[in-house]
C-alpha cells in the first residue's frame, strides 16, 4: 500500500503553523487530521488524512487522550463496539489509544452517554494494563 508521506508532510506543517483551536469535551467524537503513519499504526482516511476518534480524557484545551474509530468490524479482542457514528456502525481501536493535539480537529460528529463513555474508559483501561 501507497502512502503519501510527503502530502501528508505538508499537510502537517499547516495545521502546526495554525493558531485556529476548537473547544472539545470528554465523550465527543471528532473527524481529526491524524495523518499517515508507519508501519501498522492507525491511519487517516480520505483527502485530509482524517479518521474519527473519541475523545476519551483532556488534559488541558490544547491535548487529550483519543481511540481511534474504525467500521472495520473484524473481530478482535481490541476492537469494542461504539455504536453508530456518523451513521455507520463504529469501533474503538483499543490498540492504538494515543495523545492528540487540538490543532488536528476538523469537526465534532458525535458525543457518547455517560455510561458508554465509562464503558470505553475501562475498556481501554484494561486492555492497556494487560
Known amino acids: 500500500m501507497h502512502k503519501d508521506f510527503d502530502r501528508w508532510n505538508k499537510e502537517k506543517k499547516r495545521l502546526n503553523a495554525s493558531?485556529?483551536?476548537?473547544?472539545?469535551?470528554?465523550?465527543?467524537?471528532?473527524?481529526v487530521a491524524l495523518g499517515v503513519n508507519v508501519g501498522f499504526e492507525i491511519d487517516g482516511k480520505r483527502t485530509d488524512f482524517s479518521r474519527p476518534v473519541l475523545v476519551l480524557k483532556k488534559y488541558n484545551q490544547y491535548s487529550f487522550l483519543a481511540l481511534p474509530l474504525t467500521t472495520n468490524a473484524r473481530e478482535n479482542p481490541y476492537r469494542v463496539p461504539v455504536g453508530f457514528i456518523d451513521g455507520k456502525l463504529s469501533f474503538a481501536v483499543l490498540s492504538q489509544l494515543r495523545n492528540i493535539d487540538s490543532a488536528r480537529l476538523i469537526n465534532k460528529v458525535a458525543v457518547l452517554d455517560r455510561n458508554s463513555l465509562a464503558l470505553m474508559r475501562k475498556a481501554a483501561s484494561e486492555a492497556n494494563l494487560n
Open 19 to 31: 493558531d485556529d483551536r476548537l473547544y472539545f469535551r470528554e465523550g465527543e467524537v471528532w473527524w
